[in-house]
């Protein structure tokens, strides 16, 4: 195909006549995008996000039943006898501390030693995983070491476990 | 001049830019589909965190989260606790028990997690697990970290 020319007149008539490609390089190079706004914006977000986000450890929960309308303590009237397990503060730290097993001479010092127990106990004529285990906690125990206490029950594979009073 | 010379036009000097905004548009993709904004009724505290956690990361729904918190966390001594429901300022466990009844009467099937700083005396955590019993409430869900291997099955 033959190139378009363009006429452009001259001060002294002269007509004269420019080439394609001049006029498309030249038009090209109008509609280039700027695309610095977009970045800063962009680096803008990016700092935000990278600023501002923590990394927080996840929260679960763990299940726990309650006795239908009364006091705790009827979480003892329970037609099988349960395991029952006492935390006891012994001194005025908050690592001061006792796991007691009732009826039972293994005294656990650790919540893993205690799962581990439990676990054993469950071996035995007469229990099983639907034993039910009650946790009777003095008043001035550390909340950690109550949910410590539940949790080696839970992992324990004890299905009913409940607070009971000390 | 040479009116034959070949026509060879300047090289461009622009900075490619594309794949630069390809990363940090990844960027910023991730860092928006990993934040999770804080709820409100969590109020930041000390959890427990038991040795190889069973608690379930699970969202209930129809819930009254209780947080029991600590009033000066930061000195060693001090026992004093602050009780509330949800986002709401500390309240006395009067407020705290008439709020819950009107809950339970609104949603019957209403379940209670108990978020309670891992240094609060169990004592001031039985309060409230005294409350929850007296209106008839049976699912009480205690709040705790979770493992880094997930509960083992």
């Known amino acids: 195909m033959k190139a378009a020319r363009v006429n452009h007149a001259s001060g002294n008539g002269a007509v004269h006549f420019r080439p394609r490609r001049k006029r498309t390089q ?3 190079t109008a509609l280039t995008l700027n695309l610095a706004p977009m970045v800063d914006v962009v680096f803008l977000l990016l700092i935000f996000f990278i600023s501002t986000t923590t990394f927080k450890r996840a929260e679960g929960i763990l299940p726990a039943q309650l006795p239908k309308q009364g006091n705790m303590a009827d979480a003892l009237a329970l037609p099988i006898s349960p395991i029952i397990v006492h935390l006891q503060q012994t001194g005025p730290g908050p690592a001061d501390y006792v796991i007691r097993v009732e009826d039972f001479v293994d005294t656990p010092t650790t919540f893993s030693e205690l799962s581990a127990f439990l676990k054993r106990v469950q071996e035995n004529p007469g229990f099983d995983d639907e034993t039910p285990v009650v946790l009777k ?16 029950a839970v992992a324990a594979g004890c299905k009913h476990v409940s607070f009971g009073v000390e | 001049m040479d009116s034959t010379k070949k026509y060879h036009p300047r090289p461009s000097l622009t900075f490619n830019m594309a794949p630069m905004i390809d990363v940090v548009f990844l960027l910023i993709i991730f860092f928006v589909l990993v934040s999770t904004f804080a709820s409100a ?11 190889s956690s069973q608690a379930l990361n ?8 209780i947080n029991v918190q600590l009033v000066d966390p930061d000195s060693p001594g001090s026992s004093e606790v602050a009780y509330s429901i949800g986002p709401n300022r500390p309240q006395s466990l009067a407020v705290i028990s008439e709020r819950l009844m009107a809950h339970k009467r609104a949603v019957p099937d209403l379940k209670v997690v108990i978020r309670a700083d891992k240094r609060v005396r169990y004592g001031d955590v039985r309060e409230i697990m005294e409350i929850v019993a007296e209106h008839g409430i049976e699912m009480m869900n205690i709040v705790a970290h979770v493992g880094d291997a997930g509960p083992a099955s």
């Open chain 2, 58 to 65: 699970v969202k209930l729904t129809d819930r009254a989260i």
């Open chain 2, 41 to 51: 009724e969590r109020i930041p505290m000390e959890l427990p965190d038991p040795d």
């Open chain 1, 137 to 152: 906690t003095s008043p001035d125990v550390q909340w950690d070491h109550v949910v410590g206490c539940w949790n080696a």
């Open chain 1, 26 to 28: 030249r038009e090209l």
